[in-house]
């Protein structure tokens, strides 16, 4: 494989005594990941034996998928083997024993103080702005021995993200030990005009900024301002129903019946409120009973449920003739897709069947204080609901091929 310069870059800094933090931040599918794993494994190679070195991403399946990945390669590139171990993987060094390579997830439980525990020689963290900064922050200090070196890719996030606000100030001065290497994606020569196109059509507003243009752009307090409202298509336009569960007991559940077109469009049609709260708590077999009695005569294909409510689930798949499943619950990623169909018109919500869900997605913004220290997350004011039943369908059911916990499969036909 040829480095692009900015790749070299890399290298050289890895290879620089002077540097101690090398950061490679830009839009998507830029080359970050696979220069910052080929620099990190040959300055591992060149100048340590026996050492750890911690490789960390935001779970197994992120790491697996290209940091580890790429080492191979990058280890088979130096005549050598990215080797499996008890603990992770291990590498020949050219100066003595092989050094041991660690994984470390930022999305577990316990993962900074995990971090807290090792002494390494290096770290090498991917997706470093959707990683929990009390992680990156426990990464970060655990490389105070002399010579210790931290290496990141990201994609740019909002400007006030605490690794940007960190890391970006010492960079600017040369003499700080901290390089900060900036892609774009002329950075990438194999990256076609047709992907780029398709990459433009695939976010919007901020998340654009980010993913395609490389700019630290501010997240937009509004979540979902691109949301429209039209009444529901006439049933001979409808091919079938999915539905998305989010359950709350002593606060609400909320049921989302979303109605898909032949063209592949989706419209919320109907909605199921219970209010803990308000109306006293309900059980999960008679919120299930309430919601098939609900939705009888609209033929389902899928239920999605929220994650955490496995009593729910095991519930409505006792009644529902449909398929029944765990929703995928990735906020950040549930959020952009739903804002996606919104903007381009594929999902629309009729706000006369659905008044509290559309009130809720008006209602739908970021945590204010939250943004002002870039972490974009919904405000939690228990309004919340709607939207994230929403999400567990439209999200889950785009990706439907990963696997989910399943409490009832219907038998094929
Ligand atoms: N110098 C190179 N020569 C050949 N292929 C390359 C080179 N650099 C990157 N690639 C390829 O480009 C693709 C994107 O690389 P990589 O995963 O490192 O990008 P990234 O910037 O980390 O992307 P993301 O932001 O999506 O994580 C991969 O398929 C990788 O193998
Ligand atoms: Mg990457």
Redesign the pocket.
Known sequence: ????PK?RELFDAWHDPGVDVILAS??????????QVGAALSWMAAEHSGEDFILGSRSQRQLMG?VVK?AGRAARAMGTEFVRTSSGWSMESTCGPPNNFIPLYGADAGSADKARSFSAVGALL??MTLLPPDFTDSVADRLSQDGAKLGG?M?PGPPLHPVRARWWPLAQDPDSGVRWID?ALSD?P?LSDRFIAQLEDRYVGAMKQRMVYGEWAAGEAEIWAERRSSPAPPAWDVVGHILGVDWGHATSTHAVLIAITADGRYWCCDEWEWTGRARGPLDETIQAHKIAKWVAGRPLRRCWVDPSATGLGTALAQVLACDVLAADNNVGDGIQYVRWLFSRGRLHVDEDACPILWGQCDNYHNNPDKLKIGIEEPLKDGNDHGPDGLRYALWSEAGRGRSHRIYRRRPAA
């Open positions: 494989m040829s480095w692009s790749q830009g839009p998507v599918q830029t080359g970050k990941t696979v220069g290209s790429y991917d997706e890719a994609n892609f990438n194999g």
